[in-house]
């Protein structure tokens, strides 16, 4: 079993920044895939970044590319979202995820963060 507890969301004004961070507890293996996912009020929670925990390898989604990064600390069994040029469209409750590989099931869940960004 795996725990993931998400911290650093706030409220921010449009064009700041954040750093979101999710701390795996328990047993992970090499092949993880660790991933954020967002949901805003009223619509389905949507995929927004990926990161590969034994190569580090990332995939984002359109609306954040070039402006959010996925990193990990292996060290710290930490994984990270720096998040930046903020929009009102990002206002949504951010969720850490954990596949046991890369066929993409989210098996584990974090119990996710609020990030609101001010117009």
């Given at each position: 079993q795996v725990q993931l507890v998400?911290?650093?969301g706030g409220l921010v004004q449009t064009g700041g920044s954040l750093r979101l961070s999710c701390a795996?507890?328990?047993?992970?293996f090499?092949?993880?895939?660790?991933?954020?996912?967002?949901?805003?009020?009223?619509?389905?929670r949507e995929f927004v970044a990926r990161i590969t925990w034994s190569g580090?390898?990332?995939?984002?989604?359109?609306?954040v590319k070039g402006r959010f990064t996925?990193?990990?600390?292996?060290?710290k069994n930490t994984v990270y979202l720096?998040?930046?040029?903020?929009?009102p469209e990002d206002t949504a409750v951010y969720y850490?995820?954990?596949?046991?590989?890369?066929?993409?099931?989210?098996?584990?869940?974090?119990?996710?963060t609020q990030v609101t960004v001010s117009s």
């Open positions: 998400e911290s650093g795996a507890s328990g047993r992970t090499s092949s993880y895939v660790m991933g954020w996912f967002r949901q805003a009020p009223g619509k389905e580090g390898s990332t995939y984002y989604a359109d609306s996925i990193s990990r600390d292996n060290a720096h998040m930046n040029s903020l929009k850490c995820a954990a596949a046991r590989d890369n066929r993409l099931w989210w098996t584990y869940w974090g119990q996710g």
